[in-house]
T-cell receptor
Framework: AQSVTQPDIHITVSEGASLELRCNYS??????LFWYVQSPGQGLQLLLKYFSGDTLVQGIKGFEAEFKRSQSSFNLRKPSVHWSDAAEYFC?????????????FGTGTRLKVLA | KAGVTQTPRYLIKTRGQQVTLSCSPISGHRSVSWYQQTPGQGLQFLFE???????NKGNFPGRFSGRQFSNSRSEMNVSTLELGDSALYLC??????????????FGPGTRLTVL
């Protein structure tokens, strides 16, 4: 069955430190990959997406993600975290199954930033 | 271009009542999807509408229903509310969710509390 795994439920980093959030997927083909961020009480904001081409994708707010086919991963990175990055981050895949296109979301990683 | 809007933002109901939530998609978007987000279950897909027709449906009881109007605005209805229906209900719109490269954009959500 198709699935998305975000193995880290919580991550705490200090402001200015680098960040990597992990995302692994299970799917027979290459899905379309997304990262969203959700601030408390808010909806999801699209950070970046990967459909094809260059496997390193740049997004908003200084985030980037790298698609690694061999590892079925799409990890999100940021070189220097700001306090305003504290939020919950969701990885999602878009895939076609039985002729239907659908999104599958990971369970999210909650990021805490220490001053 | 205005984003996805959802009304109301907050709602308090009692068990047994029914509720209607509204979603206005981004101009030009024809697909509207609804999700339920709870701390225990994460993001769960409810249903998707495209051109006034329900195209996909998640695993929710029949108490959850929706519809889409000719201007692509969508409503979801929950009848006979239960305590477990307390959640953040998110609406997402996209141009045409049938294509694999489609991207969903989310609204701020409606926070429903059932007492």
């Amino acid at each position: 069955a198709q699935s998305v795994t975000q193995p880290d439920i919580h991550i705490t980093v200090s402001e200015g430190a680098s960040l990597e959030l992990r995302c692994n997927y299970s799917y027979g083909a290459t899905p379309y990959l997304f990262w969203y961020v959700q601030s408390p009480g808010q909806g999801l904001q699209l950070l970046l997406k990967y459909f094809s081409g260059d496997t390193l994708v740049q997004g908003i707010k200084g985030f980037e993600a790298e698609f690694k086919r061999s590892q079925s991963s799409f990890n999100l990175r940021k070189p220097s975290v700001h306090w305003s990055d504290a939020a919950e981050y969701f990885c999602a895949v878009g895939l076609t199954t039985s002729g239907t296109y659908k999104y599958i979301f990971g369970t999210g990683t909650r990021l805490k930033v220490l001053a | 271009k205005a984003g996805v809007t959802q009304t109301p933002r907050y709602l308090i109901k009692t068990r047994g009542q029914q509720v209607t939530l509204s979603c206005s998609p981004i101009s030009g978007h024809r697909s509207v999807s609804w999700y339920q987000q709870t701390p225990g279950q994460g993001l769960q897909f409810l249903f998707e509408y495209f051109s006034e027709t329900q195209r996909n449906k998640g695993n929710f009881p029949g108490r959850f229903s929706g519809r889409q109007f000719s201007n692509s605005r969508s409503e979801m209805n929950v009848s006979t509310l239960e305590l477990g229906d307390s959640a953040l209900y998110l609406c997402a719109s996209s141009y045409n969710r049938r294509t694999s490269t489609d991207t969903q954009y989310f609204g701020p959500g409606t926070r429903l509390t059932v007492l």
